[in-house]
């Protein structure tokens, strides 16, 4: 049977962890990370998880060990955040180029200067190109679900890719909710043993992580941008067998509402389920409105997108990052650059906030619902707008 | 650690090639004669994590590798904290029944710049951890791969070519750092140094440095001729002669008891040393 029991995602992503049974853990405390390693190492300390707790220096040498220990054939899971991600970036490449599948929590936080540890996707949109899968949460119940099919999907031996699962640093990382927790029996039907094709092993020796001349590099690096493109059949299949096994399932591309609404927002991570609710009250108001949750990020659902928002008159999409000196925020360049060759396909209109833990509330998200279908009737020469900023703001296309 | 792990002399090792021929290391490179010597003091039995530089360069172009021992290259900076994973994983794979019960030696191998610059953190973080593992660091006083640049393991009034001597300098201006020391500081079971001018010493201690429980690290002085300059037919005797002179000392430290190697009654003078290392000629040995 299982439970219904009160955790916050930190811990829900910890318990995922110990589940699928991991073999290694290496991580570097970082707010607000913190609970995740922290949770993992007393599990460790009790017999509760047998597997090997590494208390590294820093990041990098946390996803550093991972390579090393995933090269072995050992599931291999870390946790980190905003800055903490960055400076593991260089090694982020490596993972995904040498295909070893280590998972990793990201609990999204702002970047430097000036220091925040509160929440934005900042580090995850600097992330999106080192060729791991990238999934966002929207709560804790998610966390764990999302933690187990990472292993699940990241390690099928058609995929052997790291996978990063998101969730909002603060706004879930801390906030205790009812998870459903299954039966060991359950995830162990759902998460078969790693066995990692490519081990190193003194009876078969292989060099791994070679260099590759440029009569080589550039075709080692398509067939890779190939396998993570490929990752998404095997991510839905995987949702699907899910949520056969626990009774939840999951989609790359979520839509909340109506299928044939006017004007849809398109939001990301905790944001969603605020959004919902002023999704809700414009609804009961009798708005045509709905929302697109955006699960999965890498390997970015164009087809998914597409289909979800073609028959759409206006998507509002919301950013928590700024790319800067960029055309809009990260989601939105990308949800632009999605349909820029349809024939028939909404007016996109972008909104950027929520940066460094400033809360969105159900009324700004309905000012932004409001606000994006002004702009869009009456046209804009900004490619973004800010929501509760204060002073001028502009994001003229000059 | 007792003298039976000491067994490398004429006659006793092995054919076997772990390192295979047809690598594209310079002629006359002393770094690449240590490695192949360090491979046959381990064994098969071994798991090799390389740091970015000459040796990861000159062995594994692909679609071709020089190794026939497992090994893995990651990054530059990290090769300590890749082998912390290797022994970790092995261990704990090994206690869950998923891996059959066998020492498996986990090897890190990296350069000057790699273990005393950019990946110091990291070795000094799989030292305080005691991972049980070898650290080899194979030193030839500064960035060779790169084009001989200065690290900090570049010895006093060399020149390089981010430090050269010029009207108003000498070269590089300040001491060499001693890893070897700052191993020792970690309180680790096993350090020594050694230099494939003598090859069973050196030998004897990789496979001392294998077999000990716990970190164990190695610094290999490794004549360059690209780097410093000197014939291809010299790596030898310059190795030689930078221990006969006690610039570069051939010692050990087995659970913190310092032992001399080569112990001469009387070092050689400087001045025997040929104007190598990349140094300036006006510098000469005399300066000292």
Request: aromatic share 8%; with cysteine; net charge negative.
């Amino acid at each position: 049977m299982s439970k219904r029991v009160g955790l916050e995602a930190s811990h829900a992503a910890a318990e995922a962890a110990r589940m699928a049974d991991v073999d290694v853990i290496a991580a570097y405390p970082i707010t607000p990370q913190t609970h995740i390693p922290e949770r993992l190492a007393e599990m460790v300390a009790d017999g509760e998880l047998n597997a090997a707790y590494i208390p590294v220096d820093s990041e990098h040498s946390a996803m550093s060990t991972c390579l090393g220990a995933a090269a072995v054939g050992a599931r291999t899971f870390t946790a980190t955040a905003g800055p903490g991600l960055e400076y593991m970036h260089n090694v982020l490449y490596v993972a995904s180029s040498m295909r070893l599948p280590v998972v990793m929590t990201v609990a999204n936080r702002a970047l430097s200067a000036p220091l925040s540890i509160w929440g934005d996707h900042s580090d995850a949109m600097g992330s999106r190109d080192t060729g791991w899968i990238q999934i966002f949460c929207q709560n804790s119940q998610e966390a764990f679900d999302m933690t187990l099919c990472a292993f699940r999907v990241g390690e099928d031996p058609g995929v052997l890719l790291p996978v990063m699962v998101h969730f909002d640093g603060f706004h879930l990382t801390h906030v205790t909710e009812p998870v459903i927790l299954p039966e060991q029996e359950e995830v162990d039907r759902f998460l078969p043993k790693f066995h990692y094709p490519f081990a190193l092993d003194p009876d078969k020796p292989m060099s791994l992580g070679a260099f590759a001349p440029p009569d080589i590099y550039p075709e080692a690096k398509i067939a890779q941008e190939m396998a993570l493109r490929k990752s998404k059949t095997v991510i839905i299949q995987e949702f699907q067998q899910f949520g056969d096994i626990f009774g939840r399932y999951y989609q790359p591309v979520e839509l909340y509402g109506m299928q044939s609404a006017k004007t849809l927002l398109l939001t990301m991570g905790s944001f969603s389920e605020t959004a919902k609710i002023a999704i809700d009250t414009k609804k009961n108001n009798g708005e045509s409105v709905g929302l697109i949750n955006l699960r999965l990020w890498r390997p970015f659902p164009s087809k998914e997108l597409f289909q979800a928002i073609k028959s759409t008159e206006v998507l509002v999409v919301f950013d928590r990052c700024i790319s800067f000196g960029g055309p809009g925020g990260p989601v939105s360049s990308e949800v632009r650059s999605t349909l820029y060759n349809e024939k028939e396909k909404p007016k996109v209109v972008n909104f950027i906030g929520g940066l460094g833990g400033r809360d969105m509330s159900v009324e700004d998200f309905e000012y932004v619902i409001d606000r994006g279908r002004e702009i869009a009737e009456k046209g804009s020469d900004e490619l973004f707008e800010t929501v509760g900023i204060r002073g001028e703001v502009t994001g003229t296309r000059g | 650690m007792k003298e039976k792990s000491i067994k490398f002399g004429k006659n006793l090792v092995t054919t076997e090639e772990f390192l295979a021929a047809g690598h594209s290391f310079c002629t006359g490179c002393g770094e690449v004669l240590a490695v192949r010597l360090a491979c046959k003091a381990l064994g098969r039995n071994v798991i090799i994590a390389n740091a970015t530089g000459c040796i990861e360069v000159c062995t594994s172009p692909l679609p071709v590798t020089s190794w026939r021992v497992p090994w893995i290259h990651t990054l530059f900076e990290n090769v300590a904290a890749t082998a912390s994973g290797i022994e970790a994983g092995l261990k704990i794979l090994t206690k869950k029944g998923r891996v059959p019960e066998r020492d498996i030696k986990c090897v890190a191998i990296a350069g000057d710049g790699g273990t005393s610059d950019i990946g110091i953190q990291a070795l000094s973080g799989a030292f305080e951890r005691n991972h049980d593992f070898l650290y080899l660091c194979f030193d030839n006083e500064a960035y060779m791969n790169t084009g001989i640049q200065r690290s900090s393991a570049t010895p006093y009034g060399a020149s390089t070519t981010t430090a050269p001597a010029g009207k108003l300098s000498i070269g590089q201006t300040t001491w060499k750092k001693n890893l070897p020391e700052i191993a020792v500081a970690h309180n680790i079971p096993y350090i020594a140094t050694a230099c494939p001018s003598y090859p069973f010493d050196l030998m004897n201690k990789v496979k001392k440095g294998g077999d000990v429980k716990g970190p164990a690290y190695v610094h290999i002085f490794s004549p360059c001729p690209t780097g410093w300059r000197h014939a291809s037919d010299l790596a030898i005797e310059i190795g030689r002669l930078a221990v006969e002179t006690g610039i570069f000392p051939l010692y050990e430290v087995e659970n913190g008891r310092y032992k001399l190697n080569i112990d001469r009654p009387k070092l050689r003078p400087m001045k025997s040393m040929p104007n190598s290392r990349p140094r300036p000629p006006v510098l000469q040995l005399d300066f000292f």
